[in-house]
């Protein structure tokens, strides 16, 4: 049985002024049967914790593969845990183009966050280009194998497909796409990591999900949730979201 989880990401937004949405969303979206978790920046970490309590979970939306030494700029897995983080999102689309991140570099910050004690969100997708060409199974397989390390758990380690073009831009594949995909990474977790692990990671979607279309993604097999980048901002936003969820 995988509980559902709904997952939002700040990116670079939010300052304490945003802290209102945590609270808005705690009281007016009480969601027993779903796990929320928002990923705010790193300077707000520690306050959206204090904000959430036992409601809402927090994760960090990166971390550096060291535990700690002379990277200017970065943060550890450890540094994120000590802010109040449970998660870490790893190899968003963003970082891996902005960053220029390979899935070896994913892996490892993976390994340093399941060390840290955190749970890895690693995200995977395609390009328009590489759908196109009909490559999308095979890029996200070459991108499971890489970026997810040995030894995983169902605990440790939660995946979010989301296809780099619907990432922002109010498009969305198609829900047969979705299934295709989520069914396909399914499948690479049984083989890889057993039917335990492979059948109790969940597997979230991401990419311009919405109050309006949330419904429909999560009625596909094997989307166990959904990380949620523009619309976990506004909890009038991500709150209809996760109710869709929750009656899913
Ligand atoms: C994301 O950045 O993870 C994301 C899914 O963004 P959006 O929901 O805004 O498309």
């Known amino acids: 049985m995988r509980r559902k989880l709904a997952a939002g990401n700040w990116k670079m937004n939010g300052t304490g002024d945003n802290l209102a949405q945590i609270a808005a969303l705690t009281a007016a979206h009480p969601a027993p049967g ?3 978790l928002i990923c705010p920046p790193a300077t707000l970490l520690s306050r959206v914790s204090d904000a959430a309590g ?8 990166d971390c550096h ?28 689309s963003e970082r891996r183009e902005d960053h220029g991140e ?14 840290a004690g955190l749970t890895a969100v690693i995200c995977v997708g395609e390009s328009l280009a590489e759908r196109e060409a009909a ?9 499971l194998a890489g970026s997810i390390p040995d030894g995983v758990t169902a605990q440790n380690m939660v995946i979010a497909y989301e296809p780099i073009w619907a990432i922002g831009t109010g ?28 059948r109790s990671t969940r597997i979230l979607y ?13 009625a596909v097999s094997n989307v166990d949730g959904a990380l949620v980048g ?9 709150g209809p979201i996760i109710t869709a969820l929750e009656n899913a």
């Open 34 to 36: 779903v796990d929320i």
């Open 54 to 61: 036992n409601a809402i979970a927090t994760g960090g939306q």
């Open 65 to 92: 593969a060291a535990g700690s030494g002379a990277h200017t700029g970065d943060i550890s897995a450890a540094m994120l845990k000590d802010a109040g983080a449970t998660h870490v999102i790893l190899g968003h």
């Open 102 to 115: 390979n899935d070896q570099d994913v892996r490892d910050k993976a390994n340093a966050a399941i060390d």
């Open 135 to 143: 490559n999308t199974l095979a890029i996200i397989g070459g991108q």
């Open 171 to 198: 498009k969305i594949p198609t829900l047969d796409q979705i299934g295709e995909v989520h069914d396909f990474i399914r499948t690479a977790l049984e083989k890889r990591f057993g039917p335990g692990v492979g």
């Open 206 to 218: 991401g990419g311009s999900v919405k109050p309006s279309n949330a419904e429909g993604i999560f």
């Open 230 to 238: 523009g619309a976990s901002l506004k909890a009038e936003d991500f």
